[in-house]
Every structure is written in C-alpha cells, then in structure tokens.
C-alpha cells in the first residue's frame, strides 16, 4: 500500500523517477503504473531492458538510424521517438555502457536526439522512468555510474521492498494464488493446513 501511494504521487509528476527493487519485484508493473496513472497515459509506453542488448547496438536502438549510416543499416527511429508524447521505461539502467550514459544525459538535457548518420536534430517529448536492482550511489563511487545522471534521474525514488522484508503479505498472497489455480485447473482446493503455512513463512 505504501508503495501504491508513492507511485499515486509521482504519477502526477512529469520529472524522472527511478525505481530500485531486487529482481522479481515487479519494477516494470510499477513504470507501467507511473505511465497510466499519469498524464501521459494516453501516449506510449516504451519499455527497454538496457542489459538485455549488446553495448554496440544500443546506441542506435536509443536514437535510431538513417539509411547508409553504417553496413545494413536502415532507416529506424529510436526509443525516444517511438516514446514520444509518453513515457521510456529503462530497466537495470545500472548495466549501460559508461559512454552511453554521457549520451543519454546530453538527450535529456537537450530534449532532442540525432539518429546515427542523420543531420538533423529530431525534438522529442518524454518521460524517463528507470530502474535498477543494484544500489546506484554505490555504482556511483565505484566509478560504474555517472554521478550526474544518477542525480538527473533520482529526481523521484521509488523503493520496492522484497517480499522478505513484508513476511504479513506472505499468506494473503498465497491464498489469492490458491484460488486463482483452482480457477485455472478446475480444482476446488479449500486453503492451506498449519504445516503449509508454516513452511510459506
């Protein structure tokens, strides 16, 4: 419930927010919450998993190509394009390439990105929501994270705890599962005996 509250509050923001949780906690549920509970909701959503790409293609996934620019490449638009008028989610931010980030940080400052090849200055128009399962400030003094986008994006922060540290969700969220399978396979369990419930805990 705190944490609901505190993405009611920076749904009604424009500026950057930056969700930290451990993996599995659910941080793209929470940007998709921040998009539609927003006043950008009804624009697009873009969600884009930074460690999920190699470091020499991000580049021209964040800020597109134009035809000719290198070997195959083809005319494409990048995030912040396709995002604009909505919201950029960025997951585990903390694993971009150390050059990609001055880039980035230059796009928000600027709020316009150059394709690669291109020769124009296309504007854009988006929110940046980012994420990371790593402590940032920590990425920060060991070098691994700029400090100034790091300061950019922390603007409003958002912490998911694990379910370790809400033990009292543990049961109710249990149940909600048992019913939501007997739904599903047609089974008619009725809840859990003592000894279940102690091994859930």
Not at 55 to 82: H, M
Not at 83 to 89: E, I, M, R, S, V
Not at 125 to 144: F, S
Request: one cysteine or more; hydrophobic letters at 40%.
């Amino acid at each position: 419930e705190a944490v609901k509250q505190r993405v009611r509050s920076a749904a009604q923001l424009d500026s950057p927010a930056l969700i930290y949780g451990e993996t599995g906690t659910g941080k793209e549920l929470v940007a998709e919450a921040l998009h539609t509970e927003g006043k950008r909701s009804g624009g697009p959503f873009v969600a884009q998993n930074c460690a999920a790409i190699p470091v020499n293609l991000l580049e021209s996934i964040f800020f597109g190509t134009e035809k000719g620019s290198y070997t195959g490449a083809v005319t494409r638009k990048g995030l912040f394009e396709e995002a604009n008028g909505g919201t950029l989610f960025l997951d585990e931010i903390n694993s971009m390439d150390i050059s990609l980030q001055a880039k980035l940080l230059k796009a928000l400052e600027e709020k316009k990105v150059r394709r690669l090849g291109g020769e124009r200055d296309i504007p854009f128009d988006v929110r940046i929501v980012a994420a990371t399962n790593e402590n940032l400030e920590k990425a920060v003094e060991e070098g691994c994270f700029r400090r100034d986008l790091y300061h950019r994006l922390k603007e409003f922060v958002i912490k998911i705890p694990p379910l370790r540290e809400c033990r009292e969700d543990i049961l109710p969220l249990a149940e909600f599962f048992r019913e939501l399978a007997n739904e599903e396979l047609g089974r008619h369990t009725e809840g859990f005996d003592k000894e279940a419930e102690k091994e859930l805990m």
